[in-house]
């Protein structure tokens, strides 16, 4: 698999330089604040971010999205934009970002946000990708385009549990072998995630396929609520997966000193909770984040069950 990342980084350089929103954001990102909390074992970042005020605060009912052109096909897209072609996806540099790297990556197809069918795609981009991480934001669980397949990706190192993840597993994870993956199953007090690593790439998507299938779906939704963070370093791939319960946060609807405009997505689960209002940044507390979290995740008691379910 050949690698893009010195491609897709010069198209970076790139785009600073010819697009005006690219450049004045991610120039943004030098004065971006940030609060640091310390849990169990393991760090949870907030950033005050407002050019994210685009993603959090995004309408993404259905009567919405018929509404607006999509702002991921081609066709719509700015005329500064340009991308890195890559199979049936397209690497574009996001004019929003949160990290100091990061792009988006939809299909050239515009068919709906669901990640069934193209797991695959995202271990070929994560092994083309190298120093990345690719996430998966499922259609009520963060996307801003849930009528648009895509990607996004930033680079390693940037959300804690790129770095924590190794001491987490150790202090937290429950850990088996399965057809030549590596389970690990992680509670860590506000997060229930599972952690699968191999290899194989048809045996990860096998592992990924059977905690798909056991995820509930409701009748109004195309597939399980999920975010999903991928790597691949050293030959093999990690996969991250939280199964999720809700979209946003009762916080997210509350009035008055209540209100949080937080809408946890891959990003917040890796480690960085993304706050587009200053007030929001400032007021928030750890219990606020344990609350937040422990409503959008899979409630623990479901999380047992389903892990269950795996080890038969």
């Not at 990607?151 to 001491?167: H, R």
């Not at 952690?195 to 045996?203: H, M």
């Not at 959008?296 to 069950?305: I, M, N, R």
């Amino acid at each position: 698999m050949n690698s893009i990342s010195t491609e897709i980084k010069q198209l970076l350089t790139d785009q600073k330089n010819e697009w005006e929103l690219a450049g004045k954001n991610f120039s943004g990102l030098e004065n971006v604040q940030v609060r640091e909390f310390q849990f169990d074992g393991f760090t949870v970042k907030v950033q005050f971010n407002p050019g994210r005020i685009v993603s959090s605060a995004a309408k993404v009912d259905k009567k919405s999205i018929e509404a607006r052109p999509c702002f991921l096909c081609e066709s719509n897209r700015p005329a500064e934009q340009r991308g890195v072609t890559f199979g049936d996806y397209e690497v574009l540099v996001n004019p929003f970002p949160i990290f100091p790297e990061h792009y988006t990556i939809p299909a050239f197809a515009h068919t709906p946000q669901q990640i069934k069918g193209n797991f695959e795609s995202m271990l070929d981009l994560a092994q083309a990708m190298e120093g990345f991480t690719l996430f998966y934001n499922g259609p009520k669980c963060g996307a801003s385009a849930p009528d648009h397949f895509h990607f996004q990706a930033g680079n390693t190192g940037f959300m804690p549990l790129d770095t924590e993840l190794e001491t987490m597993t150790e202090k937290y994870a429950e850990q088996w072998f399965k057809d030549d993956v590596n389970y690990y199953v992680i509670k860590d007090g506000i997060r229930n995630f599972f952690v699968l690593e191999s290899a194989d790439s048809k045996a990860l998507g096998n592992a990924f396929d059977g905690i798909y299938s056991m995820l509930d779906v409701s009748s109004d939704d195309d597939e399980p609520m999920l975010n999903i963070l991928t790597r691949y370093k050293d030959g093999g791939w990690r996969i991250l997966v939280f199964p999720r319960a809700l979209h946003r946060p009762s916080q997210y609807f509350a009035e008055g000193e209540e209100n949080i405009l937080i809408s946890p997505a891959s990003v917040d689960m890796g480690g960085v909770l993304i706050t587009p209002r200053e007030k929001d940044f400032l007021k928030i507390s750890k219990t606020d984040i344990e609350s937040i979290m422990r409503q959008v995740l899979l409630p623990e008691d479901q999380f047992d069950k389903l892990t269950r379910k795996l080890k038969q």
